[in-house]
């Protein structure tokens, strides 16, 4: 399908006009594609040839409007860093309307009602990090938004310094936030609170539409589905940094990629956000705040579902800071097929001894990967082997408990723990050379990104440890 043949369905505009505003897209001068992802375009039908038609940079630029499209920016509320703030909303972004379930969004548009003091613009970094990171996660097996493609161009927009503005064009099965369900409900709009939460099991939880208890078990399987998120995170040393309830998706998904980090040594307490002094959103305390953020959004729904019996379900899964869904993520990481009552402990001891080790997360599990009980390998990766040594005697001693093979496991871990994660310094490499106008980098990234788990000795660069200098910097949340 071409641009001009794509017709959009814009079914949220059918909604209350609280639920939205329409909005304008103010272009930006001189635009000029960065990259566009064939994957992504797939899933929405759009050729391949895509790529070259100069209407794909007018459709990301706001100057083409697709068949159906009624550009418009969502309502939303939120908790940021603990604090309610009532008016949130799309500030920089755009809606253009939902193909084969994707909601087209474009992200650096221009001003919004939402906007408040803000310029409603994105840059090439942020942009470039969003768009390769999104990708790379859905490669991972994370449930994420994606992205179509980005534009940068000669506006300049002012951050910690001067910056070219761009655009990136997201989609997603659902753009709902804790925080829209928030916003209705501290604004006492009850009636909407109900439609959004009828619109949610349509867009994401069609299989309740005909169930009396609907409101209960959408609540049960957004608890269950973040759990079923955090616990991936966790699992691949992922760090979002900005878990404020309006970056929390109502469908379980990574949401609103900001100053996030793959981390590289394993730290418990990382904190890849810069802004977040206290550590409130670090690695270690990612399913504490999902628990937390789960917990305000049980408090939006009382007219529509018992508070008993939510508390109930947070209850479940919120007596641990390590939920099964972790557990289960890290056996198969560790590849144990056996379910051992004390696996617990064994992960919470290999937790202490990675960070006792100083020791690249990815290139751990992916070195243990090919463990046979020669140990030189994992000795040779870390700062202090000898807790790698302690901690591998209970491993071998677990070991005794599968009936795998040392090949069969193998297999198993090597399709679990990737080879290849983007780290921050390869996106700071990208952006540096897309900045001037290369947009190579970011084709290489996007193209490793999207095959984790294969060995590309040509990549071998991109699966070495983080030199010393960026391992676990920060990021300020100015994008
Ligand atoms: P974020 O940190 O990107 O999740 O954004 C938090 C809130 O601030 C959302 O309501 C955004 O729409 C808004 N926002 C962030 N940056 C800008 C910007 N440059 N212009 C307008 N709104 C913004
Ligand atoms: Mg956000």
Not at 89 to 98: E, F
Not at 214 to 229: G, I, N, P, Q, S
Not at 360 to 372: E, K, N, Q, V, W
Request: glycine share 6%; net charge negative.
């Amino acid at each position: 399908m071409t641009l001009e043949n794509m017709t959009l369905q814009t079914s949220y505009l059918r909604l209350d006009e609280e639920f939205y505003r329409l909005t304008d897209r103010i272009p930006l001068d001189e635009p000029y594609l960065i990259s566009f992802n064939p994957d992504a375009a797939k899933l929405i039908d759009l050729d391949d040839e895509t790529r070259n038609d100069p209407q794909f940079v007018a459709l990301l630029n706001g100057t083409f409007t697709p068949q159906g499209s009624s550009p418009f920016a969502m309502s939303y509320a939120g908790h940021q860093f603990g604090n309610y703030n009532p008016w949130l909303g799309d500030g920089r972004a755009s809606n253009l309307g939902n193909m084969n379930g994707w909601n087209l969004q474009l992200k650096g548009s221009g001003e919004t009602l939402y906007s408040r003091m803000a310029d409603g613009r994105t840059v090439v970094r942020s942009s470039i990090r969003e768009y390769l990171m999104s990708e790379a996660m859905h490669h991972l097996g994370v449930p994420t938004t994606r992205a179509l493609g980005i534009i940068g161009s000669k506006t300049k927009v002012l951050r910690n310094r001067m910056e070219d503005a761009a655009i990136v064009m997201r989609m997603s099965p659902s753009w709902v936030r804790f925080g829209t369900f928030e916003y209705f409900y501290y604004s006492s709009q009850h009636k909407n609170l109900e439609m959004l939460a009828e619109y949610v099991i349509a867009e994401s939880y069609p299989h309740l539409k005909d169930d009396e208890d609907r409101f209960y078990k959408m609540f049960c399987e957004v608890v269950d589905r973040t759990a079923v998120l955090i616990a991936k995170w966790q699992g691949l040393g992922f760090c979002h940094g900005v878990m404020n309830t309006d970056n929390m998706s109502i469908a379980g998904l990574t949401l609103d990629y900001g100053p996030f980090s793959m981390m590289d040594d394993f730290r418990y307490g990382f904190i890849c956000n810069h802004t977040d002094k206290i550590g409130r959103y670090s690695y270690a305390e990612q399913p504490n705040i999902s628990y937390w953020n789960l917990t305000k959004l049980s408090e939006t729904l009382p007219k529509l579902v018992s508070k008993e019996r939510m508390a109930k379900k947070l209850e479940d899964f919120g007596a641990f800071i390590y939920p099964d869904a972790y557990i289960n993520i890290m056996r198969e990481k560790l590849g144990l097929d056996v379910e051992v009552e004390n696996d617990l402990e064994l992960i919470e001891e290999l937790l202490v001894a990675l960070h006792d080790a100083f020791v690249d997360y990815t290139i751990f599990f992916r070195t243990l990967s090919r463990y046979d009980g020669d140990r030189t390998a994992l000795y040779d990766i870390a700062m202090n082997p000898v807790v790698i040594h302690n901690w591998l005697e209970l491993y071998e001693e677990r070991l005794l408990q599968e009936t795998r093979s040392h090949v069969e496991r193998h297999e198993v871990m090597l399709k679990t723990n990737p080879k290849y994660v983007l780290k921050n310094y390869m996106l700071d490499e990208a952006i540096v050379l897309a900045e001037k106008g290369d947009f190579s980098l970011v084709e290489k990234l996007l193209s490793i990104a999207s095959h984790p788990y294969d060995e590309m000795p040509e990549h071998e660069y991109f699966a070495k440890e983080t030199p010393e200098e960026h391992k676990n910097r920060g990021l300020a949340c100015s994008s």
